[in-house]
Every structure is written in C-alpha cells, then in structure tokens.
C-alpha cells in the first residue's frame, strides 16, 4: 500500500519527550510530515529531523496564525493535525485511507483520547470530544487568536466525521494539568484584550457557577471519580481566573 495523500502538521515547543512517539505514529504512511517549531532549547528539532525534512522554526505570534501557517506549507491538499502530545492509533490511518476515496466532504472531525497519567477520561465531555482535524487546505483555516481558535470552513462545504481516535497525552500527573490551567487562563485574558472584548465580573461569575454542574452532572465527570470532580472544579475556576487576570492587565495596561 502506498502512503495516505496527507499532509500531518505539528507545532512544537520543548516537546523532547513527546515527539518520538507523536511522529512515528504517522510516520511509513503519511505522503507528508511537517513541523513547526516555536524555537525550542531542547531537542525537539533534532529529533523531529529523524522523521521528517520539513522542519521549520518560527516563532509563534499567535496560535491561529500559527498554525495558519503551518497548514500552508503543506504540499498535499489534505492536511492533518496533530499536536506533539498526541498519537494517530493504527485504525485511524486505516479509517482515513478508506475516508478520502471519492469523499464530498471538505473536512473530518476526529474523535480524541485524553488521559491524565494513565488514567483515559472517559466522560466531562473529554470524550469523544470530536475536533476538525483533518481538511482541505483550501477550504479552511484557524480564527486568528492566541486560544482556543476557532475552526472556519468555507460556506458550502461540508464535514463529515470519523470514529476512530487521536490518542492525547497531554498531561502526565497533576502537575501538567494545573500548569495548563494557569497558562490558558493567561492567553484566554490576553485574547479577550486584543479582541477588545467588554467582560464583567457578573459574566464571570455566572460562567463559573454555571460550569461545574454542566461538566460534573450533565456531562457525567462524577464517572470520572476524583479526576472527574478535578476536572469539574478547574473548568469552573478557569472563568474566575480568566476574568482576574483580564482586570489585572488592562489595569496594568497590557495589550493582548
């Protein structure tokens, strides 16, 4: 069988530890395999040469762009995406295959595996957690933001969806959990910022209120024992501390 006409995007930074596992998943069947890397000092580079000539260094001004950017370099009208903590299982590369064959749709959402240690959360609605992460170039792109962009595709075309998962193992033990809190938390005051948009503590504090009976009991995080409740508390935390860092900044006045 020849290799899958698909181009997988990665964006690195000091993911030493992660990258090995990451490209060899698609390695031997993806056409394409590129990396951006956001100046890393470790090794990541090094080790991303193994697998792939397509190795390029930029530092990234916005997660949007970024990855905007990455997806352009792409040779292959398919793209994939995948970030350095993440694995694509040997039943996706099979689903895939057999997916692009003839198929009118201009983009696939893949369903997501997340563990925290060796723990797979199962419920919080982290699973399926279905994410865009296979397209057509041409038909789509990132909003231009530095957290959670949004998936834009262009008007007409359609999405069709697979069933077989990234796996991601994105956090190690608690720690790695709690340090991603605090640095989406940052980058989720820095947007609201630059976009200019207008926050008040009543929003905040409904959001957070609202959220841990969404993610704990309507989306069933008590299956998910203590990571379950953890996940619950954060999640509405996140809005809280959001906000505050929000104030700080423009108090200080910050840009985003």
Known sequence: MGKVPVAVTVITRNEEKNIDECLSSVHGWADEIIVVDDESSDKTVERARRYTDRVFQRKMDNEGIHRNWAHAQARNSWVMILDADEQATEELKREIT??????????????????????????????????IRLFRKEHFKYEEVGVHPRAILVPGKTEGHLTKDIIHKGYPDIEHFLASVNRQTTLEAQKWIATNRKMSFGTALWRMIDRFPRRYIRKKGYKDGMYGFLIAYFDSFYQLMSYLKYLEMKRNGIKG
């Open 98 to 131: 057999g997916a692009l064959t003839g198929t009118p749709h201009s983009c696939f959402s893949i369903p997501v595996k997340t563990y925290i240690g060796k723990t797979w959360i199962q419920h919080s609605g982290w699973y399926p957690a279905s994410k």
